[in-house]
């Protein structure tokens, strides 16, 4: 069935290191996946997506990898900040579809 | 930025009461999504409406739900007769078009005593 997971539930790092944070779906018929920062008393926040027919994106400090063989989603985040605190969800949309399907997400705690 | 606003943002009612969630999603978009989040746990799909009709729902989303749209800005979640387990933070979430990007409300926690 369709489900996206997360490996690590709790991810911390040093501010200024890089942070890597990975998922893993099943669903083989996704072609569209984002990724949302959620802090504390707010809604998903988008980050950045990456669409099935790529296999990296870069943003602003931030980077999606996406390796459609085994199924993995990754988040990159360069020069980790204490404002990069929060928990992050990897999302797919099946195709033809528009719902989106989260995981579980990932707590990243910044390290001073 | 646009937003997506939702109201009120905290809501406390007795079991067996009906609430209403309510939203006003972007004013161009035109695919609009609830969704729920028990505490701790991942964001989960209820309903998404266009043309001003349910296009799908999730198991979650039973007879106790409703949805409406009914002055063309607002978007309303109704629960008639809420459950404790009915207790999460509600998002509201718009679309301009499929391949775009959502857009998430703040959320409105809801608790059910």
């Known amino acids: 069935g369709e489900s996206v997971g997360l490996h690590l539930p709790t991810l911390s790092v040093q501010e200024g290191d890089n942070s890597i944070i990975n998922c893993a779906y099943s669903n083989s018929a996704s072609d569209y996946f984002i990724w949302y920062k959620q802090e504390s008393g707010k809604g998903p926040q988008f980050i950045i997506d990456?669409?099935?027919?790529?296999d990296k994106r870069q943003g602003q400090r931030v980077t999606v990898l996406l390796n459609k063989t085994v199924k993995h989603l990754s988040l990159q985040i360069a020069a980790t900040q204490p404002g990069d605190s929060a928990v992050y969800f990897c999302?797919?949309?099946?195709?033809?579809?528009?719902?989106?399907?989260f995981g579980k997400g990932t707590r990243l705690h910044i390290l001073p | 930025e646009p937003e997506v606003t939702q109201t009120p943002s905290h809501q406390v009612t007795q079991m067996g009461q009906e609430v209403i969630l309510r939203c006003v999603p972007i004013?161009?978009?035109?695919?609009f999504y609830w969704y729920r989040q028990i505490l701790g746990q991942k964001v989960e799909f209820l309903v998404s409406?266009?043309?001003?009709?349910?296009?799908?729902k999730s198991e979650i989303f039973d007879d106790q739900f409703s949805v409406e749209r009914p002055d063309g800005s607002n978007f309303t979640l109704k629960i008639r007769s809420t459950k404790l387990e009915d207790s999460a933070m509600y998002f509201c979430a718009s679309l301009v078009q499929h391949g775009g990007g959502y857009t998430f409300g703040s959320g409105t926690r809801l608790t059910v005593v």
């Open positions: 004013s161009n978009h035109l695919y």
């Open positions: 990456i669409r099935s027919n790529m």
């Open positions: 409406f266009y043309n001003n009709e349910i296009s799908e």
């Open positions: 999302a797919e949309i099946p195709n033809r579809d528009d719902k989106i399907i």
